[in-house]
């Protein structure tokens, strides 16, 4: 058996060693905690574990994917029966096993936030986006703090809260009515299995030996709460996060989970890793500086054997336009002024377009940065762009099989029948709508209701019965469609049976937008086949050869965000925010729009760095501004060799320009401002008479030998 603390530092290898009970493992940016994980995943299996009773819980499906990976080169075949999954997953499969004591089919529906808003508009009677979207916020919060519509009205602060939580109830019965979860539902629902009933408990404890959790401070209440009642009395649980990368307090992550964890569980063993292997240690200092301010749940400081390094720069500009050139100078100077350098080791590190990322506080400070690479012809990608999944030719796929998994399912119903049209109007959809809520039925059941005739003309039943054989026809084929290239041809008959390709073009003016609409389509034929044969896995990780049906892949669409996990890296700059990038690491960052207002974002009247002291703060106030502090922290910390922080002078606000302050952060950093400053369009300048005068030199040698 290999020994799977070879190679790790002293503070890793006890965290890998230690199997026995609760676990916290504070990992500091860049301190190799995947690598702890995966190498702990092997530990557990050396001391007794089989692999189907470890299970590995990461927030996104690109880590889980990563975990994955990793897991096998360390493992081997082992790996596929881990199960490394997101918190979502993990739920679903719970569901699905189990939530028929809640009255839920396997086969539920996960509705998107499109649904959703689609939904609360219907419940609380309006037909603005805007107000349902806010009201969806509002019960994704109550939802992760655990709270259902009743108790969310016993706690409304006000008339408006009151107003939403009756709405929450409304919508709550209609998610009941069609069978259907939101994405706060898969966790909401299993921790209501694994509370109320005792033999669901007493399963899911015996099956799992050991629960390791990444990026625990990401965690919300509600996910906490699962986690108590998956590992028990016994505790064995591993949990790795960081206080001072907990940058998701506005969608219900709490610090609150850190401080619990000594106080449920005594025997809690606590580890830091303080060594990081990214970043230089000028880039560090800067970072443990501006965290320094923060109140330390458990005090940490990183260091770094990389060396020096470079001394982090702060740019000034006057606008957003200024600071967007200066950024591509900075690019081009770092590029042109040595097309190799070295790392800590030696190793020849070539500067190439994906070494580059520039960060920012929110996605409208893109646009500049767009403009100013275009015209110095540098391509880049804008992370966290439009998901595959979010396209409307996409989503018009799968609500076909969310209907042919789920009849019940109204959302997917009213999507498939209009997508494409089929000769049925709004006038008689209302209609079915009517009778179907008036005899509480799904739209799907009332279709071959005896009394529809009633409400509705013999042409329109009939059309209505024509689309309700065409689904259950093609739930059946999909059930016993096998294989990839089956699935592959089934999917294609099926999309020219409905004219979906001329659905597109007819809805386009542009038949270039229609076309790259229409590949988009077959790319996803190709995905949803491929997962019919050969390896895959499911949603919660879990890998087979078995052949699988078109059916079962459908069932686990709703689940996964992205295709971008299987896209190969581009060598092209990356923009993206703060948020985005965690997790993420660039030899060269440019952390831009670094000014008071943005970072931190605006924290109330008085948001000066002379304003307000942070002791004489509201609590409120005092928590978003800490929170702002760590996003700043998590900036500093993607940068391996180089990190430059702008900021402007003047910025727009609406029409008009105002003038604009540095960051109180920017002072925190407590750099030295002797070697800080520099221009880039100046070096680049310098660099560039440089390069001209050795050609000169050159040629004037060269003509001296002829």
Known sequence: MSDFTSGLNLAQQDAVNYVHGPCLVLAGAGSGKTRVITHKIGRLMQVGLSASQIAAITFTNKAAAEMRERAKTLIGPAAKEV????????????????????GLKPQFSILDADDVTSILKDCGGTVDAATARQWQWTISLWKNNGLRAAQAQEQAKDDHELIIARIMGMYEERLSAYQSVDFDDLIGLPLKLLAEHEEVRNKWQQRLGHVLVDEYQDTNA?????????????????????????????????????????????????????????????????????????????????????????????????????EAERAVARIQSLRAGMSV??????????????????????????????????????????????????????????????????????????????????????????????FASQYKLSLFEALFASSLPSVLSTKAVGSLHEFGRYVNDLEYRARHTLGAESAKAFLLEWLKEMGYEKHLYDGEDNEAIASAKWTNVLEFCDWMAGRCGGEIEDVAGVSSTEVKSLLEVAQTISLLSTLNERETEQNVV?????????????????????????????????????????????????????EERRLMYVGITRAQRTLTVSWTQRRKKGRDTIAALPSRFIAEMALDSATTREDPRERLKALRAEFAKKAAESAAAQALKD
């Open 83 to 102: 199960m490394i999954c997101t918190f979502h997953a993990l739920g679903v499969r719970i569901m699905r096993e189990d939530g028929g004591v809640l």
């Open 222 to 322: 509600t996910q906490y709460e699962v986690l108590k009642h998956l590992v028990g009395d016994r505790g064995r649980f591993t949990a790795v996060g960081d206080d001072d990368q907990s940058i998701y307090g506005w969608r219900g992550a709490t610090l609150d989970n850190l401080k619990k964890l000594p106080q449920d569980f005594p025997a809690l063993k606590v580890i830091k890793l303080e060594q990081n292997y990214r970043s230089t240690s000028a880039i560090l200092r800067a970072a443990n500086n501006v965290i320094q301010p923060n109140p330390k749940l458990f005090p940490k400081t990183l260091f770094s054997e990389l060396g020096e390094g470079e001394p982090v720069r702060v740019v000034d500009a006057d606008h957003e336009e200024h």
């Open 341 to 434: 350098t070295t790392g800590p080791q030696g190793e020849a590190l070539f500067r190439e377009l994906k070494d580059f990322a520039i960060l920012y506080r929110a996605n409208h400070m893109a646009k500049p940065f767009e403009k100013a690479l275009r015209r110095a012809n540098l391509p880049y990608k804008v992370s966290g762009g439009q998901s595959f999944f979010d396209r409307a030719e996409i989503k018009d796929l799968c609500a076909w099989f969310r209907l042919w998994i789920n009849n019940d399912d109204d959302p997917a119903f009213l999507r498939a029948i209009t997508s494409p049209k089929r000769g049925i109007g709004h006038q008689t959809l209302a209609q079915l709508g009517k």
């Open 574 to 626: 990356t923009l993206s925010t703060l948020h985005a990038s965690k997790g993420l690491e660039w030899p060269h960052v440019m952390l831009v729009g670094v000014n008071e207002g943005l970072l931190p974002f605006k924290l109330g009247e008085d948001d000066s760095p002379s304003g307000l002291a942070e002791g004489a703060m509201s609590e409120g106030i005092l928590q978003r501004l800490q």
